[in-house]
């Protein structure tokens, strides 16, 4: 039984090298998704083109202007003196923000009444304008320390983010991209194996052979199980060697975590593939499942935002705990004991894909 | 009146290979004109030339007066019958044909009346409400020519109409398209069946891109007048006395055909002494020359035959007497029964053919007896084995070769058998011996590192039979190994399969080629999900000889067969 499960395994590295495709879908597309998240991919806002619509000419008014102008969140490309053109401003995009400072802002402040000014943003894309009010709020704040004096700086807050000090987005998603690149290429390396046999014709020619269906499986699975090994800590080390992404935690860790993984979405993969009939089902099926997957994963959006029943099904996906553990071990080193309830759940799931996977593989011979 | 179609030094090319180089030919109105040669000769891409659907890289081609870039004009009066069922399955006979007449914008009044002949024509009255996919094989090319003929074409070209059609509706087929023929149009039939060249006529037959003949088949044939025998043989030693006699100098093409041995003689060759050969008194009947034979001599002139040593294989022999048994097999699908209630027994070191149309329930039968499909009922024994109990006991002793090329193509030849030796469980000596004995009794020392899948598709079939008999299998099956190759190498692989046969191997074969079926021991006749009958090829044929027919074929019996079947079950049904 081992020789003739060591044959098959054998037989898949063989083929994996010799075909140059498959080679291709291994190397080529999560490289080119690494680099595109890497660089395009960010949270941040800078440089946002900003309007200004003074109608205030005196000095604290000026002051706050100044600051605006300052800051490297804002860049500014017009003025305004008219609400008119202040709205067709907005209407054609050509400015994302528009700070209106009234006639009697200087007054105001001078007389220490509560002064107004107005922040007109372009909701269209309401993540970009989140951003962008929270950097305004953050200039008229210090301009606010600034008039108050000595009192108030004893109320100074200076905020610290653990983990990830200076908010940079790559370090929160390239731990997360390694486990998306991963399961792509797993999934579709065994989806495509069995589906690839069935139409060549191939699969048939195993099946006359005194090779059982479990040893079949065991068969495809130890090679896509060392190839996503591979996988995931190629695109870790590039992820900290070329990104600068720390990583903080144990890599045993890391690679128990990515074994269980793999093994869930091998029984994924050996799923489709057993009720694909032909490579461009199986390559469909894929993404079928991936994209709402990877939506349900927490890789982009937070879980703790989504409605109960979508939070509900995310603890159905093993993308979910693995980005989170994977997260934990790049910048937190968590521990053995943390990473726990996330392990559990995704062996558990690769309990059941892989015995279903099993169940299927006999029932269709029958 | 010009003929409607020439075709002047055509030349086609896909990448770099060449699918058709340097053809001149000419197609005459009011006949049938076979373009005749295995699979991969060109036949299609020559169609597709003729209907314009591509365009030729060389030569000229001329189609009803018009040159190959002036198609447009002619179009309409093209009829174009593509190989796969180019119809919609999920539409009726009449939706289908409703849907052509609206493609091809015929008016009302044309369309009543054309409807009416054609579907009296092919037999399909009766069946316009039903849905196109569940037409048998037979009547889905009846409704492909159909389509066809709806707008009266001049040219109608067919691609292998009668693949894998049963016999009786084959003949239907002839004798449409002869009466279409009849009223002037020029017809091209396609095909990979050389028995069908005969019925032509004229013919173009092709090999491996080129025009190899032309002409008329009666006169292709008569150049091997005289040279034809048939010898009737004891039993046991045709496949022995078959590879002496290939051996003979004067000798040109051996083949067994059910009980007696079919010798072509080389041009100028004598008659070779009977009595030695043989060992016994028996005398050579001359007979009539085939297109077949007319082929492979061509064939032989040009590339010598590669000579097939006899396979010594070492497997034991089943211990009882019975290698495969099949007991009331039958198999369901949803509502539909593919298989009732089949019974036959195989002794060891039998050929035993299973024949039969597509759809017949043949494959269902095979895939069941080779283990790859349970049976919904009845029993099957194989090599001593219950496949019910013991599969895979059962499939080590199983070798299994289909009609595809099954291996793994961009694996090198050593690599395949180094996989199959692993997956059969051979180890150590053994397995290191056994890989050597395939690559030396199968010639494969020089393509031994090549990739498999770009080998000539003789070598594929030679490393697919290898591999499927590297675990010493005590049976082997065989579904349509040798549909659509050349005859040289049918003839070399039968050769191969008959010593097998003689060494105690027994082999079931799966076909709807009537050729392969005369190399069997022993048939079982498969329609409508029965076995309908069993027996000897002679004992067949025998049973259909007439005044009228002297020498009935084995399609001559298997449409015997049917047709008494059928009139058997309409009694049933009437009584």
């Known amino acids: 039984m081992w020789r003739r499960i060591a044959s098959l395994i054998l037989k898949e590295f063989k083929m994996l090298w010799k075909d140059r495709k498959s080679r291709m879908v291994l190397v080529v597309p999560p490289l080119v998704q690494l680099v595109l998240f890497a660089s395009a991919a960010t949270f941040e806002v800078t440089d946002a083109s900003l309007g200004l619509w003074i109608e205030d000419r005196a000095g604290p008014a000026q002051e706050l202007v100044s600051r605006f102008e300052a800051s490297p969140a804002f860049h500014v490309v017009a003025r305004f003196d008219n609400p008119h053109s202040v709205q067709e401003a907005l209407d054609t995009q050509k400015v994302k923000a528009v700070l209106h400072v009234g006639q009697t802002f200087s007054a105001d402040v001078a007389a220490g009444r509560p002064a107004r000014v107005q922040l007109l943003l372009d909701g269209r894309k309401s993540n970009a304008a989140l951003i962008l009010q929270s950097y305004a709020l953050g200039i008229v704040e210090s301009y606010n320390l600034a008039r108050a004096g000595q009192a108030a700086a004893e109320l100074n807050i200076h905020p610290r983010a653990w983990f990830n000090p200076n908010f940079d987005s790559r370090w929160f998603i390239l731990p997360g991209l390694t486990v998306l690149l991963t399961i792509v290429a797993i999934l579709l390396i065994t989806a495509l194996s069995v589906a690839r046999e069935r139409e060549l014709g191939t699969f048939e020619q195993l099946l006359v052979t005194p090779l059982r269906p479990m040893e079949i499986l065991v068969g495809k699975t130890v090679p896509a199980l060392c190839i996503g090994f591979v996988e995931a800590n190629l695109i870790a080390a590039l992820a900290c060697f070329a990104y600068g992404v720390p990583f903080v935690g144990s890599v045993v860790l890391f690679n128990v975590a990515i074994a269980v993984f793999v093994l869930s979405a091998v029984g994924i993969g050996l799923v489709i593939s057993s009720v694909a009939k032909t490579q461009q089902q199986a390559i469909l099926s894929v993404f079928l499942f991936l994209s709402p997957a990877a939506v349900l994963s927490g890789f982009t959006t937070p879980i703790a935002n989504m409605p109960d029943w979508a939070q509900a099904l995310t603890h159905l996906n093993p993308i979910r705990y693995m980005v989170t553990l994977s997260r934990g071990i790049f910048l937190q080193d968590i521990s053995w004991a943390l990473a726990w309830p996330q392990l559990w759940p995704m062996a558990l799931i690769g309990c059941v894909t892989l015995g279903f996977a099993t169940w299927l593989f006999s029932r269709r011979l029958e | ?575």
């Not at chain 2, 076979?34 to 299609?44: C, E, N, S």
């Not at chain 2, 091809?104 to 996919?133: N, V």
């Not at chain 2, 889905?140 to 049963?166: F, I, N, W």
């Not at chain 2, 044939?221 to 002496?244: S, Y």
């Open chain 2, 1 to 575: 009146m010009p003929a409607p179609v020439t075709l002047a030094n055509l030349g086609k090319s896909f990448g770099a290979t060449a699918a058709l180089t340097n053809v001149t030919a000419a197609i005459g109105a009011g006949q049938i004109t076979g373009l005749v040669g295995p699979d991969g000769a060109g036949k299609t891409t020559l169609l597709r030339l003729i209907a314009g659907l591509l365009m030729p890289d060389k030569g000229t081609l001329d189609v009803l007066g018009h040159a190959a870039t002036d198609r447009d004009a002619v179009r309409g009066d093209i009829g174009y019958m593509p190989q796969r069922f180019g119809l919609y399955e999920d539409l009726t006979v009449q939706e289908n044909l409703n849907l052509q007449a609206d493609l091809h914008d015929l008016d009302e009044a044309a369309r009543g009346e054309r409807f009416a002949t054609l579907l009296q024509f092919t037999g399909l009255a009766p069946f316009t409400r039903r849905l196109a996919g569940q037409l048998s094989g037979g009547m889905k090319q009846k409704l492909g020519l159909a389509c066809a003929l709806l707008p009266r074409p001049k040219l109608l070209l067919l691609d292998e109409p009668s693949a894998g059609v049963d016999p009786a509706s084959r003949r239907e087929l002839w004798r449409i398209v002869r009466t279409m023929a009849g009223t002037g149009v020029a017809i091209v039939w396609s095909t990979a069946y050389l028995d069908e060249a005969e019925r032509c006529d004229s013919f173009l037959l092709l090999d491996g891109g080129r025009l190899l003949a032309s002409g008329n088949p009666a006169d292709f044939t008569r150049r091997l007048e005289g040279r034809t025998f048939l010898i009737d043989l004891p039993e046991r030693q045709r496949h022995r006395v078959q590879r002496e006699a290939t051996a003979l100098p004067s000798v040109a093409d051996v083949t067994i055909q059910g009980r007696s041995l079919r010798l072509v003689l080389k041009e100028g060759g004598a008659l070779p002494d009977i009595a030695e050969l043989v060992g016994s008194s028996t005398t050579a009947r001359p007979t009539r020359p085939r297109f077949e034979d007319a082929f492979v001599s061509l064939l032989l002139a040009e590339r010598p035959p590669v000579a097939a040593p006899a396979i010594q294989t070492t497997s034991a022999p089943s211990p009882d007497g019975i290698a495969i048994e099949a007991r009331d097999l039958t198999r369901d699908f949803g509502k539909f029964r593919a298989v009732d209630k089949v019974s036959f027994t195989v002794r060891p070191g039998e050929i035993f053919g299973l024949l039969g149309p597509n759809g017949a329930g043949k494959s269902t039968t095979f895939r069941m007896l080779c283990g790859l499909l349970a049976p919904t009922a009845g029993s099957a024994h194989v090599a001593g084995v219950d496949l019910g109990r013991a599969r895979a006991t059962a499939r080590e002793r199983i070798g299994y070769m289909s009609q595809k090329f099954s291996l793994y193509g961009t694996l090198s030849v050593r690599d395949n058998l180094d996989f199959f030796s692993g997956v059969y469980g051979l180890a150590g000596r053994r397995r290191v011996s056994r890989i050597a004995w395939t690559i030396e009794s199968f010639g494969l020392e020089a393509v031994a590192n090549l990739e498999a899948g770009t080998l000539p598709l003789g070598f594929k079939q030679r490393l697919a039979l290898g591999c499927a008999l590297l675990h010493e299998p005590q049976v082997l099956f065989l579904d349509e190994p040798t549909s659509g190759v050349d005859p040289l190498m049918r003839r070399e692989f039968w050769s191969r399969i008959g010593g097998l046969a003689d060494g105690g191997v027994t082999v079931l074969v799966t076909s709807h080629f009537m050729e392969e079926a005369e190399y069997c021991d022993r048939l079982g006749i498969v329609y409508a999900g029965r076995m309908i009958a069993s027996g000897s090829p002679d004992a067949m044929k025998q049973r259909f000889v007439t005044g009228d027919l002297p020498e009935p074929t084995l399609e001559d019996a298997f449409v015997g067969l049917i047709r008494e079947h059928d009139a058997e079950r309409q009694g049933a049904a009437a009584a």
